[in-house]
């Protein structure tokens, strides 16, 4: 079974500045997408940022970025010129792709704290 | 951009009564949804898979005869919370997806209180 681990519970940035949240999982499978969603105290589910497994090349999304080490199941998040509206719980996701619509399977979360 | 609707977005109901729980996709059709459960503070974990026209496959430890599910249309499914108890208390998220490759986009979320 594919596992996501976010090992950074919480995490705090200066407006501004840049943070990076990490998130490490484990598969056997080679075709799979990871993604980062936000979810702010609205509890809406919105996707930051998506990559695909079989694309070496980081995805990158205006400030948001990854760093994406498929041999070390490493897919960390950056996000550059901090804003207060990132402050939100950060959630890392994996999706197999199996050729039809699959679940994601979401790590336990970061909470990012944005100050001023 | 696909929509995806669930409604209600929060409800309160008392203990040994049933809820229903509608996801719907409002510009695309959905062969696939999926409904995931939130307690405070925690990850979304997935309850069950929903299916258009067959049967719900549900994630290991959730009860099928509880948290009953009806892929009926492309664009809709319902979760019912069968006679509710205070455990089952917590945020229920739908999300569905328009295509294979394509990102799934989630319900704003239904906030289930049972009294």
């Known amino acids: 079974a594919q596992t996501v681990t976010q090992s950074q519970p919480e995490m705090s940035v200066q407006e501004a500045e840049t943070v990076t949240l990490s998130c490490t999982y484990d598969t056997s499978e080679s075709d799979y997408y990871l993604f980062w969603y936000k979810q702010p105290p609205s509890r809406q589910m919105i996707l930051v940022i998506r990559q695909e497994a079989y694309k070496q090349q980081n995805a990158t999304e205006n400030r948001f970025s990854v760093n994406f080490q498929k041999a070390a199941k490493s897919f960390s998040l950056k996000i550059s010129d901090s804003q207060l509206g990132d402050a939100a719980m950060y959630f890392c996701a994996y999706r197999l792709n199996t050729g039809t619509a699959s679940k994601l399977t979401f790590g336990t979360g970061t909470r990012l704290q944005v100050t001023l | 951009g696909a929509v995806v609707s669930q409604h209600p977005s929060w409800v309160i109901c008392k203990s040994g009564t049933s809820v229903k729980i509608e996801c719907r996709s409002l510009?695309?059709?959905?062969?696939?949804m999926f409904w995931y459960r939130q307690f405070p503070k925690q990850s979304l974990m997935l309850m069950a898979t929903?299916?258009?026209?067959?049967?719900?496959?549900?994630e290991q430890g959730v009860e099928k005869d509880k948290f009953l599910i009806n892929h009926a249309s492309l664009t809709l499914s319902t979760l019912t919370v069968t006679s509710a108890h205070p455990e089952d208390s917590s945020f229920y998220i739908c999300?569905?997806?328009?295509?294979?490759?394509?990102?799934?986009?989630f319900g704003n979320g239904t906030r289930l209180t049972v009294t």
């Open positions: 510009d695309f059709q959905a062969t696939t």
């Open positions: 929903s299916n258009e026209g067959s049967k719900a496959t549900y």
């Open positions: 999300s569905a997806s328009r295509g294979v490759n394509s990102p799934l986009h």
